[in-house]
């Protein structure tokens, strides 16, 4: 029973393996540049930690990052790799931000999770062809969804340009430029910010946070994926197709079935990342809608090993690793993308480590087994 | 017109040519290379940044190295720790997509783009540029079309009739078989990966050193996730593939021409590379034959 608790903290492990890793990765590069590196993670801490702004930032920057971790994990415990969460959530904002400000005079109460819903099942949309493909023709998903992102990013191009661009924007005759947007969404869609409810609990945070409702609504969303996985029959069925399809074949299910359920489950929470941003901090939908959350969904799937609550931590290191290097670049002078490559650093040590842990934990079984029969 | 729009289609497709020709080689040794699209990027800002201080040719080499590295990383990951090879090469892209941007401000001070860079003198064909309709094919031309063009036999050769090459297509095939044998399954695998890097690392330095002149953010454009669609569709084979490349090239010069008369959004032509890709693997897939072990790391009986 001892030695189970040892396998355990041997899981646990790898992240802090990888974790530490990337830091000394990191070390490396920003030494190369000529800085100092204890200075520099010491500025990311302080910077990160003791401001509440930068707390409250990290929080609204790792909102978007829970829905695109659990739609990539879901997908990842079916077996599926969707790299599409980047072109799923940018239809699903364009369609919400869409229903945003077509529909008038509707109450909050309708309207904003009507938005909500709008943008789940534009993500299923775009998820509905990848699938398809897969168990039809055979065609790999990766590759499929990469090609719809850069489908998504053309069309959402023209949507917002050329067809549904805002040409009242109340700019005087002949002053500035119009900027390349939607219209405004309508008040009724907006989603609050945290701020009163804080308030009440004693936190005074700033204006220019954003911290919105959807942050607890990622974390129920988080508790409600851990209750589907190990608690339904449908997710004892996702992990038996993910674990071995050929086996849950011979064992009655529909391995088909269950990829195609899946893959559109995991573009419904896709559909929702970007509404963070567009419902509390836009509130409009423009050419440079932020970019890049379903890529940043797939390392925080790796790293928190697709399970619900290691999302959520994955989620809060890398709203965390953004902050800080906002710190870090304005009063160190490091570049930002200093990150990214923690980032990659980190998803490739994770899967590395995890993949020489579990080896080492089956070989130890192995031989407990094997001295147990002696 | 016709050899003109030839012309622009090798030019086009020649990046998609030379990356797809690695992934023959990863594929053929069993390990799939997402990670393509991230040397490509690895090869492009590289590219530039070596023929801005030194010339074309440097820039080519520390391409070629960069990507190199870039392809020794997904090795390690993939081959020697058996990690899901699609998960290593979504890493590598994304590590590869910051350490470009990182690299360009500590080296050019912009995030998104390098300065203008000198490529090669461009070369004509003796004899052919004397005829008037090959004109266009012949002159003009980037040394590299020329090198891409001439990897596509020599790959054949190399995979199809070398010793080298059976045993890479063993230990794609049955690497369990192989190993039986008495051949290097990892070393052999090892080859395959780096022969990838060193042609996506090619294809990426063409994309800035000869085509734009210039090192972009962005400029591979997906064309590393094309190149593996190019190889599927030309059945794993060096020759399928140039085809398959060609398709894409002119796919995209004649989505230029579109653009020109302006009679459909420019965005649409824009996805014309993507759609074809969608298309054509939905088309195909069900004719082709993967490697047997193609994406399968081979682990060794352990004691």
Avoid: C
């Amino acid at each position: 029973m001892r030695k189970r608790y040892r396998y355990v903290a041997l899981e646990l492990a790898s992240p802090l393996v990888a974790i530490a890793f990337a830091v000394l990765v990191g070390a490396v590069v920003i030494a190369a540049i000529g800085k100092n590196p204890v200075q520099v993670y010491r500025i990311m801490f302080t910077f990160a930690f003791r401001r509440l702004d930068s707390v409250g930032i990290m929080l609204f920057g790792a909102t978007p990052l829970i829905f695109s971790g659990l739609a990539v994990a879901i997908s990842f415990r079916a077996g599926l790799f969707n790299i599409g969460v980047e072109g799923q959530y940018l239809i699903g904002t364009f369609l919400a931000a869409l229903a945003g400000f077509a529909l008038k005079g509707l109450p909050s109460f309708v309207h904003l999770p009507l938005v909500i819903v709008v943008a789940a099942l534009g993500g299923a949309l775009w998820s509905l062809l990848p699938i398809y493909l897969k168990v039809r023709r055979g065609v790999h998903e990766v590759i499929s969804t990469i090609m719809l992102n850069y489908i998504a990013f053309s069309l959402i191009h023209y949507l917002i340009a050329d067809v549904f661009m805002d040409k009242q924007q109340g700019l005087m005759p002949g002053v500035g430029n119009p900027l390349i947007r939607l219209p405004k969404i309508a008040a009724s869609a907006l989603m609050p910010r945290m701020h009163g409810f804080l308030a009440l609990l004693g936190v005074d945070l700033p204006r220019h946070v954003y911290l919105n409702w959807f942050f607890p609504l990622g974390l129920l969303l988080a508790v409600a994926v851990h209750y589907l996985i190990w608690r339904t029959a449908f997710g004892y069925e996702l992990r038996a197709v993910g674990h071995n399809p050929a086996a849950a074949e011979a064992a009655g299910i529909d391995p088909a079935a269950v990829q195609i359920r899946a893959f559109l489950l995991s573009g419904l929470i896709a559909g929702v990342t970007g509404l963070s941003d567009l419902l509390s901090y836009f509130g409009y939908m423009d050419l440079d809608f932020p970019k890049g959350y379903g890529f940043t969904g797939i390392a925080v799937a790796l790293m928190g090993k697709n399970s619900p609550l290691g999302i959520v931590l994955a989620a809060l290191l890398f709203g965390f690793l953004n902050r800080g290097a906002e710190g870090v670049q304005t009063f160190a002078g490091v570049p930002m993308d200093t990150v990214v490559i923690l980032q990659g650093v980190m998803i490739l040590s994770i899967v590395v480590a995890s993949a020489v842990m579990g080896r080492y934990i089956r070989r130890q079984e192995r031989k407990e087994a094997l001295g147990a029969s002696w | 017109m016709v050899s003109e729009l030839l012309a622009s289609a090798i030019r086009m497709g020649l990046p998609v040519l030379l990356a797809a020709l690695g992934a023959v080689y990863s594929e053929r040794s069993g390990v799939v290379n997402i990670g393509l699209e991230g040397m490509m990027i690895t090869g492009s800002f590289w590219g530039a940044v070596g023929a801005y201080y030194a010339g074309p040719l440097a820039g080519m080499a520390l391409a070629v190295a960069a990507s190199v590295l870039m392809a020794l990383v997904h090795a390690v990951v993939s081959v020697t720790f058996r990690v899901d090879q699609i998960v290593s090469g979504v890493a590598l892209n994304i590590l590869a997509y910051g350490a470009a941007r990182f690299s360009s401000i500590a080296l050019f001070q912009k995030a998104t783009m390098s300065p203008h860079v000198q490529g090669f003198t461009p070369i004509s064909v003796p004899g052919l540029d004397q005829v008037p309709w090959l004109k266009p094919l012949v002159t003009n031309l980037s040394p590299l079309v020329v090198v891409g063009f001439l990897l596509v036999p020599l790959s054949y050769w190399v995979i199809e009739k070398t010793v080298f090459g059976l045993r890479l297509r063993a230990v794609g095939e049955n690497p369990l078989a192989a190993d039986t044998l008495g051949l290097k399954v990892f070393h052999l695998r090892y080859a395959g990966v780096l022969l990838s890097g060193v042609l996506a690392g090619l294809a990426g330095a063409y994309l800035s050193v000869e085509h734009t002149g210039m090192y972009v953010e962005g400029m591979t454009q997906g064309k590393g996730y094309i190149a593996l669609a190019a190889m599927i569709f030309g059945n794993w084979s060096p020759v399928g593939a140039m085809g398959a490349a060609l398709l894409f090239g002119f796919a995209e010069s004649l989505s230029f021409r579109v653009v020109e008369s302006a009679v459909v959004p420019y965005q649409f032509i824009k996805m014309i590379p993507y759609a074809l890709t969608l298309v054509v693997l939905a088309g195909v897939l069900k004719r082709t034959r993967p490697p047997a072990a193609d994406g399968i790391p081979y682990e060794r009986e352990e004691a």
